[in-house]
């Protein structure tokens, strides 16, 4: 079994790589996929969005057949939906996926490979409206949510509750627990400067849940 993380110029930097560290806690602690490849649509380093640079494993083209492909966010998404030959790399490796997962606004690179058509999906709070008004989406404001085999989750560091959910789907509560544990991801419940009383905050942030 093996897992792809998808990356491009200006994506959002823990929308991938908090996932990468759960992934990566999976396999070291809990046998979970291995190899866990970076993907670019290029050889050569990616400028993500607050200005770490990274070096991908391998380009679309070295890129094998992937078990389970996740679409990270961030600015680049906007420019990314309109190009093609990505569009098509998610596209075609969906195909023989187990699982497409998207972070905050990887979920409209999803949408143009054809993937949330049909589909309940989340994305980013700033940009929930946005996913609303493509149509043929049935938008929720949760943390992280499932439709088939495709998985989408809210903004930045909901990635991190979107696999360890994942992992607890796949390898079982147990083999989750681990990695929860391994990393110390126990989110503290504190809630600084009302936020959650924001007219954009999402539902699962004010503590109601649409009907």
Known sequence: MNFGILVFNEVEELDFVGPWEMLTMWSKF????????????????????????????????????????LVPGGQGTRREVDNPVLVDFVAQQARHCQAVLSVCTGAFVLHAAGLLSGKKATTHWGSLERLRALGDVT?????????????????????????????????????????????????????????????????????????
């Open 139 to 211: 938008v929720v404001e949760e943390r992280y949510v499932q439709d088939g085999k495709v998985w989408s989750s809210a903004g930045v560091s909901a990635g991190i509750d979107l696999m360890l959910a994942f992992i607890a789907s796949v390898g079982g509560d147990e083999a989750a627990g681990k990695v929860q544990f391994g990393a110390e991801y126990y989110p503290s419940s504190v809630r600084y400067g009302g936020f959650e009383k924001h007219a954009q905050a999402p539902a699962y942030l004010r503590g109601t849940r649409e009907g």
């Open 30 to 69: 809990a046998d979970g996929p291995a190899p866990c490849l970076i993907v670019s649509q290029s050889p050569g380093p990616v400028r993500c969005s607050k200005g770490l640079s990274i070096n991908p494993h391998v380009s679309f083209a070295d890129c094998p057949p992937l078990d389970h492909l």
